[in-house]
Nanobody, 126 residues
Framework: QVQLVESGGGLVQAGGSLRLSCAASGRTFSRYVMGWFRQAPGEEREFVAALSRSSWSYYADSVKGRFTISRDNAKNTVYLQMNNLKPEDTAIYYC????????????????????WGQGTQVTVSS
């Protein structure tokens, strides 16, 4: 069992930056594909970014060039650096982990991920 705890959310003005962190329990963190998803009010949860075991990354078109996903296996932590934030980035952001060997960073559906954090709120004011 893996536990994920997100942090780093908050209120920021448009054009600003935030860095989200997701700390994972367990000793096999480096084997997981890690992803970030988000859910805006009244919307379905959507894929944001993913990072493979060997640090290949993949992004949703809406965040490409503005967000960067990274990981520190020594700290069992994955990060999401968010720059040039827009009001439409307002959402609860969730960290997710997949231990399945066949899952890749382009596996963008929620069903590919087995473990989820509780979420952290990001609000971008205009």
């Amino acid at each position: 069992q893996v536990q994920l705890v997100e942090s780093g959310g908050g209120l920021v003005q448009a054009g600003g930056s935030l860095r989200l962190s997701c700390a994972a329990s367990g000793r096999t963190f480096s084997r997981y594909v890690m992803g970030w998803f988000r859910q805006a009010p009244g919307e379905e949860r959507e894929f944001v970014a993913a990072l493979s075991r060997s640090s290949w990354s993949y992004y949703a078109d809406s965040v490409k060039g503005r967000f960067t996903i990274s990981r520190d296996n020594a700290k069992n932590t994955v990060y999401l650096q968010m720059n040039n934030l827009k009001p439409e980035d307002t959402a609860i952001y969730y960290c997710a982990a997949s231990p399945r060997d066949w899952v890749t960073v382009q596996s963008t559906g929620e069903r590919y991920y087995d473990y989820w954090g509780q979420g952290t709120q990001v609000t971008v004011s205009s």
